[in-house]
């Protein structure tokens, strides 16, 4: 029940044939909402179980796809990097990486990349999980630790994807939206062999 009724806010979002207003949509997104935070609690409960994956799969895209939604959406979180608008830049980063992670098939290596970009943008909630790395210490990204993760990430798919990874001189740690700004930058990057 509540997997269709996301699906449901999620189509009629996106819906272009209803000509309703951004802020039209987003009222009825936030009511979608409140009707699921309505539902009893033993109700949600029955929905939730362990899973392997936390999207469905994604149609096979291309890297070109990504490249330009980096991009086009890029551009506007690295104007609101440099003009002090860090939620709005945070919301554009999470965007990308989850638009990519709902509606794409991802190679590998990207959705590694975006899955960890979801993580560092949302290291409170993802504690409360129970992870415990701090990859953001005092709202600066700790260099070593994300190092070490984006090694791990590079050497998982070295025998599918050799040389498919980002180029940490193109990294920047001055905070988070900044570092997975460049983490995307870099990302847009990677030169996927062509099947």
Same mark, same amino acid.
């Given at each position: 029940?509540?997997?269709?009724?996301?699906?449901?806010?999620?189509?009629?979002?996106?819906?272009?044939?209803?000509?309703?207003?951004?802020?039209?949509?987003?009222?009825?997104?936030?009511?979608?909402?409140?009707?699921?935070?309505?539902?009893?609690?033993?109700?949600?409960?029955?929905?939730?179980?362990?899973?392997?994956?936390?999207?469905?799969? *994604?149609?096979?895209?291309?890297? #070109?796809? !990504?490249?330009?939604?980096?991009?086009?959406?890029? =551009?506007?979180? %690295?104007?609101?990097?440099?003009?002090?608008?860090?939620?709005?830049?945070?919301?554009?980063?999470?965007?990308?990486?989850?638009?990519?992670?709902?509606?794409?098939?991802?190679?590998?290596?990207?959705?590694?990349?975006?899955?960890?970009?979801?993580?560092?943008?949302?290291?409170?909630?993802?504690?409360?999980?129970?992870?415990?790395?701090?990859?953001?210490? *005092?709202?600066?990204?700790?260099? #070593?630790? !994300?190092?070490?993760?984006?090694?791990?990430?590079? =050497?998982?798919? %070295?025998?599918?994807?050799?040389?498919?990874?980002?180029?940490?001189?193109?990294?920047?740690?001055?905070?988070?939206?900044?570092?997975?700004?460049?983490?995307?930058?870099?990302?847009?990057?990677?030169?996927?062999?062509?099947?």
């Amino acid at each position: 029940k509540v997997m269709d009724m996301l699906e449901k806010t999620q189509a009629a979002y996106y819906n272009q044939r209803d000509n309703k207003s951004t802020q039209e949509k987003n009222a009825a997104m936030l009511k979608s909402f409140q009707e699921i935070l309505e539902l009893d609690d033993a109700e949600i409960k029955t929905e939730i179980y362990d899973t392997t994956s936390t999207f469905g799969l *994604g149609s096979p895209t291309g890297h #070109k796809v !990504i490249h330009d939604m980096i991009e086009n959406v890029g =551009n506007g979180a %690295k104007y609101n990097i440099d003009n002090n608008y860090p939620r709005i830049a945070q919301a554009q980063l999470e965007y990308i990486a989850g638009y990519g992670l709902f509606f794409y098939g991802l190679q590998h290596p990207t959705r590694r990349y975006f899955e960890f970009a979801i993580q560092l943008l949302n290291q409170d909630y993802y504690e409360e999980l129970g992870f415990s790395r701090k990859y953001i210490d *005092g709202g600066k990204p700790n260099k #070593k630790l !994300i190092q070490a993760k984006l090694n791990e990430i590079s =050497n998982e798919n %070295k025998d599918q994807y050799p040389g498919v990874q980002v180029n940490p001189s193109g990294l920047n740690y001055a905070d988070a939206n900044q570092f997975v700004y460049s983490l995307m930058k870099e990302v847009q990057k990677l030169n996927y062999p062509q099947n």
